[in-house]
């Protein structure tokens, strides 16, 4: 009787690990931000709230921020506003990009979890430079090989 008191409360023991483990999330991916509505369900809501956005401030200028959850490292949330701008100049048929980092940094806010959490945030000012290359200036290719050789599984 005592074996098997001893092998229950084992087992119970377990149950309760098992339980009590927190869910260890995946670093954002490279992905558009969509804003978090409270009638999504719980899965959604992993996936909403992160990512990129941009706001074009003038005819070539644009500021790009990444937002990461709390697995994502703040160098992964600059790489990928960078990654966003050089985007926006190919859109635009424009091989050279000049970036100006201009917020780096973690805020307070509640994760995907309902934790206060510390997430990672940049913000980054790109202007698009049309037939214009400067000391300072990026090339399309060169972000974009740089970070397919950095995230080979995200950017294929």
Avoid: W
Avoid at 16 to 23: I, M
Avoid at 63 to 77: H, I, P, Q, Y
Avoid at 117 to 136: F, G, H
Wanted: hydrophobic share 35%; glycine share 4%.
């Amino acid at each position: 009787m005592q074996m098997m008191l001893k092998a229950y409360l084992q087992i119970a023991l377990l149950a309760l690990g098992a339980c009590t483990t927190t869910t260890q999330s995946t670093p954002t991916k490279y992905v558009r931000k969509t804003e978090c509505h409270s009638g999504d369900r719980v899965q959604l809501q992993q996936e909403c709230g992160y990512g990129y956005s941009e706001v074009m401030t003038d005819e070539n200028v644009y500021v790009v921020s990444f937002e990461g959850n709390s697995s994502t490292s703040l160098e992964r949330t600059t790489d990928f506003a960078i990654l966003r701008c050089a985007q926006i100049a190919k859109d635009r048929v424009s091989l050279d990009i000049a970036v100006y980092i201009t917020e780096t940094g973690v805020f307070s806010a509640t994760d995907e979890y309902g934790n206060d959490s510390n997430l990672p945030r940049t913000s980054v000012e790109c202007e698009i430079l049309e037939n214009l290359r400067r000391a300072d200036s990026l090339t399309v290719e060169s972000v974009e090989t740089k970070m397919r050789e950095k995230y080979p599984q995200e950017l294929l």
